[in-house]
Nanobody
Framework: QVQLVESGGGSVQAGGPLRLSCAVS????????IGWVRQSPGKEREGVVL???????RYTDSVKGRFTISKDNAKNILYLQMNSLKPEDTAMYYC??????????????WGQGTQVTVSS
């Protein structure tokens, strides 16, 4: 059974950093596409970043240069380093993955989410 468990969310001042983690179990995730998706109240779900099995990444424009995705293959953990956070980054952040497709709208497996709140 696939499990994605996020952690690391919290409250931070604008301009500060935060690192999210996603512990993956249930499959060899290195062969899958995995990434982060966020959703704010009243807004549509938004893809943040994803990384495929070859290590290629795709970032949404609003986080380029501020967020970095990485994987620890030995520990089966996905990270999202978020720097220079802005109030508009406030959202529930979900870790998601898929064994075949590599797009934010096609992710099959989802975590429960971790809340990120950025105050001005």
């Amino acid at each position: 059974q696939v499990q994605l468990v996020e952690s690391g969310g919290g409250s931070v001042q604008a301009g500060g950093p935060l690192r999210l983690s996603c512990a993956v179990s249930g499959y060899t995730y290195t062969r899958y596409c995995i990434g982060w998706v966020r959703q704010s109240p009243g807004k549509e779900r938004e893809g943040v970043v994803l990384i495929n099995s070859r290590g290629s990444t795709r970032y949404t424009d609003s986080v380029k240069g501020r967020f970095t995705i990485s994987k620890d293959n030995a520990k089966n953990i996905l990270y999202l380093q978020m720097n220079s956070l802005k109030p508009e980054d406030t959202a529930m952040y979900y870790c998601a993955a898929d064994p075949i497709f590599c797009s934010w709208s096609d992710f099959r497996d989802w975590g429960q989410g971790t809340q990120v709140t950025v105050s001005s």
